[in-house]
């Protein structure tokens, strides 16, 4: 399912974060949002799952702009994972991985044989089934993180938003979510710290710097020593295909960019 992202604005407490952002996502493509901390990501990611309201411009989902969906069917296009998971529901996790079933439902509808098997199946492709009777508040911010990309999964949804998925995880469950994330065949947009991650899973790379999309292309073409250390403020060497990136910090001296940079499209 094809996503646009049209000349997003976003305005909070006043003061505009995002300015006009465009880009586009096509079916199956998993796309990776990057950008320093402030720089957009989280609430340019909001729109697309109506967590807020662009102030300017549109997101479309299959062409449909996602204020004009009902708020059922806005997640079953839809399913998010955010960077830090509520818990305050007394859920343990196969309930709450069952919830991720509920955009499939009518009103009080009952849970279906069918139901039951994609929440197996998502929890054992996030490696949780054992925990299935394990509440939610009791688990490590890994786990949680894991219980949560399950019930998205679960939701079946075309498009998948994940917001810094990594988070709280071990390196070796990092790669394991990045690349069952890679392995579903959904379109995928994830706001990733980590450029390595971003670099070696990702179809593209959007970069973000004080609310301005500055390049946006695939991994190799855009994650550039230039791009990086005006964006980042960091030097960094880049070793084959896809890059991996060797990181060195610049000279205290040496600030960020708050300007945008130039595109590397």
Same mark, same amino acid.
């Given at each position: 399912?094809?996503?646009?992202?049209?000349?997003?604005?976003?305005?909070?407490?006043?003061?505009?974060?995002?300015?006009?952002?465009?880009?586009?996502?096509?079916?199956?493509?998993?796309?990776?949002?990057?950008?320093?901390?402030?720089?957009?990501?989280?609430?340019?990611?909001?729109?697309?799952?109506?967590?807020?309201?662009?102030?300017?411009?549109?997101?479309?989902?299959?062409?449909?702009?996602?204020?004009?969906?009902?708020?059922?069917?806005?997640?079953?296009?839809?399913?998010?994972?955010?960077?830090?998971?509520?818990?305050?529901?007394?859920?343990?996790?196969?309930?709450?991985?069952?919830?991720?079933?509920?955009?499939?439902?009518?009103?009080?509808?009952?849970?279906? /044989? #069918?139901?039951?098997?994609? &929440?197996?199946?998502?929890?054992?492709?996030?490696? +949780?089934? =054992?925990? *299935?009777?394990?509440? !939610?508040?009791?688990?490590?911010?890994?786990?949680?993180?894991?219980?949560?990309?399950?019930?998205?999964?679960?939701?079946?949804?075309?498009?998948?938003?994940?917001?810094?998925?990594?988070?709280?995880?071990?390196?070796?469950?990092?790669?394991?979510?990045?690349?069952?994330?890679?392995?579903?065949?959904?379109?995928?947009?994830?706001?990733?710290?980590?450029?390595?991650?971003? /670099? #070696?899973?990702?179809?593209? &790379?959007?970069?973000?710097?004080?609310?301005?999309? +500055?390049? =946006?292309? *695939?991994?190799?073409? !855009?994650?550039?020593?230039?791009?990086?250390?005006?964006?980042?403020?960091?030097?960094?060497?880049?070793?084959?295909?896809?890059?991996?990136?060797?990181?060195?910090?610049?000279?205290?001296?040496?600030?960020?960019?708050?300007?945008?940079?130039?595109?590397?499209?």
């Amino acid at each position: 399912m094809r996503v646009e992202i049209d000349r997003v604005g976003v305005t909070l407490g006043g003061r505009e974060v995002v300015h006009g952002a465009s880009f586009v996502v096509e079916p199956g493509e998993l796309v990776g949002l990057v950008g320093p901390n402030g720089s957009g990501k989280s609430s340019l990611l909001r729109t697309l799952y109506r967590a807020v309201r662009p102030s300017a411009g549109a997101v479309r989902v299959d062409g449909d702009d996602v204020l004009t969906l009902s708020s059922r069917e806005a997640a079953r296009r839809v399913a998010v994972m955010l960077q830090d998971p509520s818990t305050e529901f007394d859920l343990d996790v196969y309930e709450t991985v069952l919830l991720g079933r509920g955009p499939h439902h009518a009103s009080f509808g009952r849970d279906t /044989a #069918q139901d039951v098997a994609i &929440v197996e199946e998502a929890m054992r492709s996030t490696e +949780v089934d =054992d925990l *299935a009777d394990r509440m !939610v508040a009791s688990l490590s911010g890994g786990q949680r993180q894991r219980v949560m990309l399950a019930r998205a999964l679960a939701q079946r949804s075309p498009v998948l938003v994940l917001d810094e998925p990594s988070n709280h995880l071990d390196i070796s469950h990092q790669h394991d979510l990045m690349s069952t994330v890679r392995g579903l065949g959904r379109t995928v947009i994830a706001a990733l710290h980590d450029l390595n991650l971003a /670099a #070696q899973y990702c179809d593209r &790379v959007v970069v973000l710097a004080a609310g301005h999309v +500055v390049a =946006d292309g *695939a991994p190799g073409a !855009v994650l550039t020593p230039d791009l990086i250390r005006a964006t980042f403020a960091i030097d960094v060497r880049v070793l084959g295909d896809p890059p991996v990136l060797a990181f060195r910090p610049l000279p205290t001296a040496v600030v960020r960019t708050s300007a945008p940079v130039p595109s590397s499209t």
